[in-house]
């Protein structure tokens, strides 16, 4: 028997930590033990803040969450941790694993990917959201010669950020009101319009005007973000018709269809991870939060204007 602790979200704004008992681990399961994880601040500030509306409830269910939306439910899927027990061919491997805040936790063996050996543990959470812009670049590829604009550089508007940076031909920015955000993304801001593909990241109104407003003629605007219950407004006046513009969507849910017949769910999270330990991705994420301190601290990383575009948290005895 092994003691857990996992964050809880117990009501809109509330949170704290819960305790069990794990049961006898199971035939073909592996136990994890924690050592960061990553806040999705978009996605977990709706649910933290209870704004996922009811229709989306089933389809928002996080892999291995527990409880159901709006809560009590225990929420995430950005988790790097050690394998301490089942399988004894792969004890001591270090994994990911799409999992809530937990500091220890049972799951089945196949959930688990092995890290490439190169790719440090803090920088493992952002597998996730690398993931969601690899999977944006196959629904809709920038072209050699292209002008691509990025509106926000969260976790995934800094991945797709250093996706499409290396790309020979393509003239690229990078926007976001944070100082630190746009540092971070290394780009030019000074973006002069007339965008062949643009990529909206910044989940706000004024960021996907911004977005279509940068927009050439038949550009096609890639709305990336997911607003949860909220209704923005978009401004389909003005040059939208004229320029004869797409708004599309595309979402990590399913695999790209232009990648359909040669990827699957594990497959494109191992080259998520593959690429992570590319030097490109050598991100500084900031100082983590101790798992301890999360519920005080919870609410502030996920909406502080300046805060790591992924909040790591550490666990147990991992430097921070």
């Known amino acids: 028997m092994a003691e857990a602790a996992a964050l809880w979200v117990t009501g809109p704004g509330n949170c704290e930590l819960r305790h069990t008992t794990l049961p006898t681990l199971a035939p073909g399961h592996v136990r994890v033990r924690a050592k960061f994880s990553g806040i999705s601040r978009g996605t977990e500030r709706l649910v933290f803040e209870g704004r996922v509306p009811p229709s989306e409830y089933a389809r928002m269910r996080a892999p291995f969450q527990d409880g159901d939306l709006p809560g009590a439910v225990k929420y995430g899927y950005c988790m790097v941790g050690t394998i301490e027990a089942g399988n004894s061919s792969r004890i001591g491997e270090n994994v990911f694993v799409l999992h809530p805040h937990q500091d220890v936790f049972d799951v089945p063996a196949d959930a ?14 952002l597998a996730a959201h690398l993931e969601t812009a690899l999977n944006a670049l196959w629904d809709y590829p920038a072209r050699i010669g292209d002008r691509v604009a990025i509106v926000g ?116 999270l191992a080259l998520a991870l593959r690429l992570l330990a590319e030097p490109a991705f050598q991100l500084d994420l900031g100082t983590a939060t101790r798992f301890a301190d999360l519920p005080a601290n919870y609410a502030r990383l996920l909406s502080a204007p300046n805060a790591s575009p992924l909040p790591l948290v550490a666990y147990g005895d991992v430097d921070v």
């Open 112 to 125: 688990v990917l092995p890290l490439p050996a190169n790719l440090k543990l803090q920088a493992a959470p």
């Open 153 to 268: 550089l969260g976790a995934v508007g800094l991945c797709l950020a250093k996706l499409l940076a290396p790309t020979p031909g393509i003239e690229l920015y990078g926007l976001d009101p944070s100082e630190a955000a746009r540092a971070r993304g290394g780009l030019q801001d000074d973006c002069p319009g007339g965008c062949h593909l643009v990529f909206h990241c910044s989940g706000s109104e004024a960021g996907l005007a911004q977005a279509i407003e940068l927009a050439g003629f038949e550009a096609t605007i890639v709305e990336m973000s997911w607003y949860g219950e909220a209704a923005p407004r978009v401004p389909l006046g003005g040059a939208f018709h004229s320029q004869r513009l797409t708004l599309a969507a595309s979402q990590v849910g399913s695999i790209a269809t232009a990648r359909r017949a040669h990827y699957r769910y594990g497959t494109r």
